[in-house]
């Protein structure tokens, strides 16, 4: 009988470990992010950075003429937003995005952490959500930040003056900003996918470096490929097609077909990218070094 007790009592119940949700995973990955230098850069920039570019351009003696709305540039605070939005759709957006999603996989790699990471306590599928909610959130907070502060900066600097549009129509100052406030809104769709596909070299390639700066190059590549002749059967399906859907906002008529294409492009490429950056993750063999 005291042999029995001593057995039982020496025995400790066996205790299964909690798993971690996918919530608890996301915000310990907002609170990292929430510490880095490199995030809190890229929103200062976004923040801070149309303020002189909006004094540059409106103190020149020639507008860009060259460029969409340039001509208006100079004296219209609309035009300059738009003018900013075109040059930012074509390599900046595509960069300021990967910066995080570029990085937030690969870092594991570059620091040697995946084994801390991958505990019993949760799992590859939900470290990847997590880490992939967290890129795509810093993405939609980026772009609020830079829409925000460059239509406040040329509202303010140079002007809320009725906008010209692009078939020649005067559309009424309260009216402008909704319109170029939904032009900068419809970039989302496609940097949505640039995160995704930053997301899938950070994971392929293992290397922030790659992670960040690929997906700006192939970024450019697509504009200028886009502005080829002879290549219309493959337009469509750039990403580079969708950052310049936002014209149709500013014609009479107003058109929106394209800005619907670009964004089911762009959920074509994030739902192909992720698929692909989740298979490979999964498959990798971190825990053996």
Known sequence: MTATIETFAGRRPHVQPRRVGTGAVLRWELRKLAHQWRAKAVLLAALVGPIPVVFVIHGQSRP???????????????????????????????????????????????????????????????????????????????????????????????GRQPLTGLSGQQIAPSHALALVTASWASMLPGMLAFTCLAILISVWSRNPAAGIAAPAVIGMVMQLVGALGGVEPIRPFLLSTGFEAWHGLLTAPRFTQPILEGAVTSAGWCVVTLAIAYLTLRRRDITGG
Do not use: C
């Not at 960069?95 to 570059?110: P, W």
């Not at 959130?137 to 900066?153: D, E, N, P, R, Y």
């Open 64 to 158: 860009p003429k060259d460029s969409l709305f340039g001509r208006f540039a100079t004296e219209n605070g609309f035009a300059l937003a738009l003018l900013i939005l075109g040059f930012a759709a074509q390599w900046a957006l595509p960069l300021l995005t990967s910066i995080v999603a570029g990085d937030i996989f690969a870092s594991e790699d570059q620091h040697g952490t995946w084994k801390t990471v991958l505990t019993r306590s949760t799992s590859r599928g939900r470290i990847f959500w997590a880490k992939t909610l967290t890129a795509a959130l810093f993405a939609v907070v980026t772009l609020a930040v830079l829409a925000a502060s460059t239509i406040a900066s040329s509202v303010l600097i140079v």
